[in-house]
């Protein structure tokens, strides 16, 4: 609490006033009040004053508002006032209460900082982006001037990313008393803070010294109940205290960051073995068949882990005739990719005993109902006879092949396999003749949209007819090119095609 007089001088001042502003009573008392004032408000409250003298008129008197105070020490802080009038003699004074909120504001700033954090490390898996975005944000919540992120690998200790570093520590090892700050936060598990870095024989003086470190606080980066690494923020200019508020920051950082850092590995594992299947649902060489010119276009429509739900396979049933084979799923990750992988071998199987396409579905939908699962398939399967140019096909599920002889889609498609038993599964077959071409896909393809609208068949048709001259290959990467730009890039679902040409 602060009495002032109509000269805006301090008449009055309590213990509490001394323990926010560091001035003793006879420190202040018959000086003006502005002292305690950042210098930008100094005449907007001299200017002030006068009005409300003169006019009797302002808009602060009689309820709180926040603004900066100036402690003793020339350290700014956030405060709320509230002033209220009193006479004494016919003259006006002034009752000021004030309440110190540095705290209070600066933890809701961290708590929107950290907010801002979370949000910014949840769009990404990408451990470097994560590291990035942590030490930027972080080191200036924590007014920091740079920061180091420390990645253990057995008991050395090495310097792999940094903001705003001093020269020569970026990349640098460390190990034994060098690394003592990091090895007590790996026994802590949580944050903590060294205040006098060039005096504290606990931690390493070496590289205080060196690189001018005076205070530091340490945060570790946890993965599975292990100190993987340490981010350690650090001050140059003088050493200082960190807050309760910015302590209990970093410590929800590294809660955050480990979080973060924890998915990302186990995306890593994970994009590992999905790669790995995915390749092996999408392998094998593309046969070269006597009078066909024949190839494939996969799209994924993501980056993220997840195993896509198109296969294909292209194998020998005789020695005249060759099955090609695109499948879908309903079903995404390595539980469908196992599924899959199962879902080729039978074909391949049932393949083997008989050389129509209605049979072999027919068979290999029988297997899958028994035992029940959830996922179900779209396939086309084909057989093609080198010696009389027959394509056979069948279709169960996906969308109508293009045939560029007819200028039209093949009509013809059965339920998926898996859903419930069938008696038989149509039969269509071609005898494709010179320049004929053949085109299946997936749902994928006509499935983007833009503004309601879908890409379509008719788009489809009218890309094959206008590309006609292009080989196979090229023509397939135009369409798939098409109907990406066509839904400005935001697929929704994978894409293959498989496309043949009667030579």
């Known amino acids: 609490i602060i009495y002032i007089n109509p000269k805006s001088t301090i008449t009055f001042w309590n213990k509490a006033a001394e323990k926010i502003f560091g001035y003793l009573e006879n420190e202040v008392l018959g000086n003006d009040v502005t002292i305690l004032m950042p210098e930008r408000y100094k005449t907007l409250h001299k200017k002030g004053m006068k009005r409300y003298l003169t006019t009797g008129k302002t808009k602060y ?100 990313y940094g903001y705003n570093l001093p020269e020569g520590l970026l990349n640098k090892r460390f190990f034994g008393k060098d690394v003592q700050a990091s090895l007590h936060a790996s026994k802590l598990k949580k944050a903590f803070l060294v205040k006098e870095a060039l005096t504290d024989n606990k931690f390493s003086l070496n590289i205080a010294k060196k690189f001018n470190i005076l205070s530091y606080v340490v945060v570790p980066i946890i993965v599975k109940n292990d100190v993987i690494g340490t981010i350690l923020f650090h001050r140059h200019k003088k050493p200082t205290t960190f807050t309760q508020a910015q302590m209990d920051f970093s410590n929800s950082l590294s809660t955050s960051v480990s979080l973060a850092i924890g998915n990302a590995r186990l995306f890593q594992a994970e994009h590992e073995i999905a790669e790995t299947l995915q390749k092996s649902l999408l392998s094998g060489t593309v046969p070269k068949i006597k009078g066909l010119e024949i190839d494939f276009f996969y799209r994924s429509a993501t ?51 008989s050389q129509n396409p209605s049979v072999i579905l027919k068979k290999v939908n029988d297997a899958l109902l028994e035992p029940f699962t959830e996922l179900f398939y779209t396939i086309t399967f084909t057989i093609y006879d080198v010696n009389s140019s027959v394509l056979s096909i069948t279709n169960a599920g996906n969308p109508y092949p293009y045939l560029t002889r007819e200028d039209d889609f093949i009509k013809q498609t059965w339920t998926p396999l898996a859903i419930f038993p069938v008696k038989q599964y149509p039969l269509k077959k071609i005898k494709l003749k010179k320049d004929d071409m053949f085109i299946m896909f ?62």
Request: hydrophobic share 40%.
């Open 61 to 160: 008197i009689g309820k709180p508002i926040e603004l900066e105070g100036l402690r003793k020490n020339g350290e700014e802080f956030s405060l709320e006032l509230s002033v209220s009038t009193w006479k004494i003699a016919g003259t006006k004074n002034f009752t000021a209460i004030l309440r110190d909120i540095s705290e209070r504001k600066e933890r809701d700033i961290l708590a929107s900082t950290l907010n801002n954090i979370n949000i910014d490390i949840s769009t990404t898996l990408d451990f470097d982006e994560i590291i990035q975005k942590v030490l930027v944000k972080g080191a200036t919540a924590l007014r920091s001037e740079s920061a180091a992120v420390y990645i253990r690998e057995d008991n050395t200790w090495t310097v792999e």
């Open 303 to 353: 980056e993220q882990a997840e195993v896509g739900g198109d296969f294909y396979d292209f194998f020998k049933v005789s020695e005249s005739m060759f099955a090609i084979v695109m499948g879908d799923t309903a079903g995404k990750g390595i539980e469908a990719a196992t599924e899959i992988s199962k879902v080729k071998f039978l074909l391949r199987e049932q393949a083997k005993k």
């Open 442 to 503: 997936t749902d994928g393809l006509i499935e983007p949209r833009n503004n309601g609208d879908m890409f379509g068949e008719e788009r489809v048709r009218k890309l094959v007819k206008e590309n006609k001259n292009l080989r196979i290959k090229e023509l397939l990467k135009k369409i798939v090119s098409e109907a990406r730009e066509f839904s400005n890039y935001r697929l929704t679902d994978d894409i293959l095609v498989i496309g043949i040409r009667k030579l």
